[in-house]
């Protein structure tokens, strides 16, 4: 298998874009990644995206980016694994370039989530639950992880405010991200004030409805050199790349507590990489819902299960903390445009390694994970990069 | 790169099954070519589907389907690509095994278009087309394909009824194959005297509105032998996944009667398998329109610019023909459910060259090409496979 790496980075801003339409998100993105890897030229490219079909009466949307973006008859095509599709594109982008199919790929993630006309964004969120056994029955996404983190509280006794940390981190590294959605700092009081959207989760414990696209470019490692020349912040090595599923719907886990895809996934990396998660500089995990992190932290091993919501602590996950998350902001403050958030994610990395993360630049960053989660944990998908 | 093999194959009936849930349709396809193959447990699932989040709510399809089929834990994810969703979710296993990522894979194609409560299959499909430039203005996809037969027409100076011999060679081909959707054999009569649907298209032009789901179990070359054994018709070896594509709307062509990727995804193919179109027994291609036949034909080279038409004769075209093709009866008369078409194609193409065919067996079929086409040819992918 060769071994693969990522030449250029490109991202839009994130948030409420009423002005741009998909198409030129995607066409932003993808033009300042390539322009980033110094190529005029790619062989395939793949988009990760949720909602085209069901918010903008647009399938077909890999042959439409590459077409907006003059890639004139290259291979292309679009994954979709709700939340993880972007993660999940990648995946499909670094087998092309392993299995010698393709040289120089292109991976955009993308969502167009705001100003559709005469479409249910909730409704369309709900797709990535069981149609039949969840969604039916009238539960939208947030009702589930509301679900989730009253069961957590109950099982280990935990208070309302335990989460907040982890709002305040994640917004006082968005604050110093200029493509986040939101640029502000929070406070304590500000989360204990918020309003509650579906019992315990209040609107600071959740990600926001938004639209932006993000993308990297591919190419084999022997090779990354030749395209990272001069001022270039240099390629970074996709060290592992893993994916792994749990049951659709939440009543059919086992443990509705335990995300045995994190786990999966997590493991699965760590083994390719051939390293130990305490190993990891930081950890870019996939926090749309403040009980997601606490879940996330436990099923990836950083902390014993039913304590991950004690890790809500500067000292703990801040960007000088024991182990860095939501380093530029998260899917809480960058914003979560759901099909493009495993590339911004992974984009984020890229600065992370490459000492280009500015004022929130993690110390001596080598080694980097990455986690981009599809519904209530059903799909899970699991990056390591290193410098 | 590690050569791939077909180890397993599974299909369900095609129609309107009223009765039958997507995840029914998918059940049924998967098990049966896991049963096939000697497999129980595979590395990863790949779900070729165009419409499950426009007509079924439901995205997150990958995942769905390993979870209903028992494939806890797997990677899984859907791949849309319009209507070669289906071979553009091979090309994603392909690589998924060629790349060494997996050893066991295993990639469906399912497509529900029928018994969908209060959705629009017409604009469905229409969100295969430029949903800003095309599908906005109120062009449906058979609105599309009608264009460019008339123009076809106009351009070559070609009587209605040309087209006459694709429909009815089809038919012969389906009534012989238990799984087709219309099982019975059409006259030019019946040809002549069909409605229009949208002038020139007439209805027994057209493939049909269906549902149906199709499986294949893909290993590595050579380990093929060990899951072949006994009563097992044998492994089928891709010599050759490519992929192409187009500007998505037609209007863009630079020739709107040139179909560009067939082209493309043609010469890339038979370049990878170190073969020549003269060599092949048989061509599976996208008969969604007859229209799309004769481009096809002159696209990749077996007739001349215009003279396509010309081929719809039985001595050119039927089961002892100089290139066969819709064997078991295409997409016109097995039908054409969208996402799971590319699918069909290559399960029929195994049943081909293992000497399975029955009653529509091709003599002597060693090396097969089948053709998967998305939107009105924007995305065009070919598969080469040989015994």
Chains 1, 2 share one sequence.
């Not at 490219?45 to 399938?59: A, T």
């Not at 679900?147 to 099982?155: I, K």
């Not at 509650?196 to 084999?220: F, K």
């Not at 490692?221 to 060290?239: D, N, S």
């Amino acid at each position: 298998m060769r071994s693969v790496s990522i030449i250029g980075i490109g991202q839009t801003p994130v948030g409420e874009l009423w002005e741009h339409s998909a198409r030129q998100l995607a066409y932003d993105a993808v033009s300042s990644a390539m322009a980033d890897a110094n190529v005029e030229r790619v062989d395939a490219l793949f988009v990760g995206n949720m909602l085209s079909g069901s918010l903008l009466d647009q399938e077909h949307l890999g042959t439409l980016v590459a077409d907006v973006c003059g890639l004139h008859g290259v291979e292309a095509a679009k994954v979709e694994a709700a939340c993880a599709s972007g993660a999940a594109a990648l995946r499909v982008g670094t087998m092309a370039v392993a299995s010698g199919f393709h040289d120089i790929v292109v991976v955009a993630g993308l969502e167009k989530m705001t100003d559709t006309v005469g479409k249910d964004t909730t409704a369309g969120l709900a797709t990535a639950a069981d149609a039949e056994y969840e969604a039916l029955h009238g539960v939208s996404f947030v009702g589930l992880n509301a679900l989730m983190m009253q069961r957590y509280m109950y099982e280990y006794d935990v208070p309302l405010d335990a989460f907040a940390g982890f709002s305040i981190n994640a917004h006082r590294n968005g604050a110093r991200n200029p493509n986040a959605m939101f640029q502000e700092a929070l406070s304590l009081e500000d989360y204990v004030r918020a309003p509650i959207i579906a019992t315990p989760i209040n609107i600071l414990d959740s990600s926001p409805v938004c639209d932006g696209s993000a993308a990297v470019v591919l190419a084999p490692t022997e090779w990354a050199h030749k395209f990272t020349t001069g001022h270039h912040r240099g390629a970074v090595q996709i060290l592992a790349s893993a994916s792994a599923s749990d049951t659709l719907a939440v009543h059919d886990r086992r443990d509705p507590l335990f995300l045995e895809a994190a786990n999966l996934s997590g493991q699965r990396a760590l083994r390719q990489a051939g390293i130990r998660q305490d190993d990891l500089d930081f950890f870019e995990l996939h926090d749309a819902f403040t009980i997601m992190i606490a879940l996330s932290l436990e099923a990836n091993g950083f902390a014993q299960r039913g304590e991950g919501w004690r890790m809500a602590d500067e000292g703990e996950i801040g960007i000088g903390g024991r182990l860095p998350i939501s380093t530029m902001g998260g899917l809480k403050s960058r914003g979560h445009p759901v099909g493009a958030t495993g590339i911004y994610q992974i984009v984020e990395s890229v600065l992370q390694l490459t000492g280009s993360a500015g004022g929130n630049q993690v110390a001596h960053a080598r080694l980097g994970m990455a986690q981009n989660i599809g519904g209530s944990g059903a799909t899970i998908v699991t990056h390591i990069l290193g410098s």
